[in-house]
């Protein structure tokens, strides 16, 4: 395990600035997330870290080791891709043992580490099936397996799921976490998928036109988010007038204090789920669409001419239906808010 720290890398390509002052520091042992919208520069900071790409200014160093001029094939990381990248003409089983071979680790060794790998990502009844033989989750499995043989430093997955079907992509993301906290592996993973964000990464990046807007714990990131573009991109965001009510704020009527703000900030994020709708004949607001979801329900309501989100329990929706009226307020257990710039 090793720790990652890249400082203040800056990288241009042309007129373009993919990454400006950019720092992350990720502990020995911890999965990190990028998320961003596509050209954010997620990607561009993971193929400088590989050593794919050079940054125009800044350093990377790995457990102490300046890394910033290492050759990618010296830097002994692991890579998982979108793209499977195996070999056709192999087995999943001499796939894996592929990269032990280039490190020229002996037989012996060689046995124990396929053997390992392949019991820990599930692959073993698979083993000597051939890629085109093998689903695209297993596929991906077999990729994953290959990067651990090498006992890297470091592994990087960049949108390493995307290609897969949902299913397949929730059973496989469950898998890799598994794996990264048994092996113990210092990681980071690139996606623009903030589902898949929150659910595998001790920590999460939110990237935003080459900058890192704010990382922090899934929880945290979507609790207190620092910006209106973090509240906006991870989770579904209700931005609502907030008033000056003494040292408090009034939101939806409610008196509410601010455990989270920023200068000149004028609007409230304000979740779905913190949002309550009762059927009222005298509300002011309008239900425009409703959305079953399970055990949740999506409602979409006017309220004075803005549209606000609000997700309720499938076992408490009282029954509203497109055009009805009702009346919308915080929850009752809502006692706090997150103020952000207007």
């Known amino acids: 395990m090793a720790k ?72 002994n990381f692991g890579m998982v891709f979108q793209e499977y990248s ?78 897969l079907d949902a299913k397949v992509r929730d059973s496989l993301r ?12 210092t990681t980071l993973f690139v996606t623009h998928d903030q589902h898949e964000a929150l659910a595998i990464a001790d920590r999460v990046g939110v990237m935003s036109h080459g900058r890192l807007e704010q990382i922090d714990p899934p929880r945290a990131l979507y609790e207190q988010p620092d910006s209106a573009f973090v509240a906006g991109f991870v989770g579904t965001v209700n931005r609502i007038p907030a008033q000056v009510d003494g040292d408090r704020w009034r939101v939806l009527n409610r008196s509410v204090s601010a455990s989270q703000t920023v200068d000149g900030a004028t609007l409230a994020a304000i979740r779905p789920e913190q949002i309550a709708v009762d059927v009222d004949a005298a509300g ?4 425009r669409e409703v959305v079953f979801l399970g055990p ?27 055009g009805d009226r009702v009346r919308v307020r915080l929850r009752d257990d809502v006692d706090a808010i997150v103020l952000i710039e207007g």
Do not use: W
Not at 41 to 62: N, P, Q, W, Y
Not at 177 to 182: A, D, G, Y
């Open 4 to 75: 990652v720290f890249m400082s203040g890398i800056r990288k241009e390509f042309g007129s373009t600035v993919a990454l400006s002052d950019f720092t992350l520091e990720i502990e020995s042992g911890e999965l990190v997330c990028l998320l961003g919208p596509s050209g954010c520069g997620k990607t561009t900071a993971l193929r400088i870290l590989a050593g794919f790409e050079k940054a125009d200014a800044g350093s990377v160093t790995v457990g102490g080791e300046d890394i910033t001029y290492v050759p990618t094939p010296k830097r």
């Open 296 to 322: 949740l329900t999506r409602l979409t309501v006017d309220h004075g001419g803005s549209t606000l989100i609000a997700d309720v329990l499938t076992s408490e929706f009282g029954g509203a239906t497109m």
């Open 284 to 287: 002011d607001d309008t239900v």
């Open 86 to 163: 195996l070999f056709p003409n192999m087995t999943g089983r001499e796939n894996v043992e592929f990269a032990l071979k280039l490190r020229k680790a002996g037989s012996a060794e060689r046995k124990d580490t396929i053997d390992r790998l392949l019991e820990v990502t599930g692959l073993t009844p698979h083993a000597d099936k051939f890629p085109h033989q093998m689903s695209g989750g297993q596929r991906q499995r077999v990729a994953l397996a290959r990067a651990l043989a090498s006992n890297p430093r470091v592994l990087l997955l960049d949108e390493p799921l995307s290609a």
């Open 174 to 185: 469950e898998e890799i976490r598994r794996v990264q906290r048994e092996i113990g592996v």
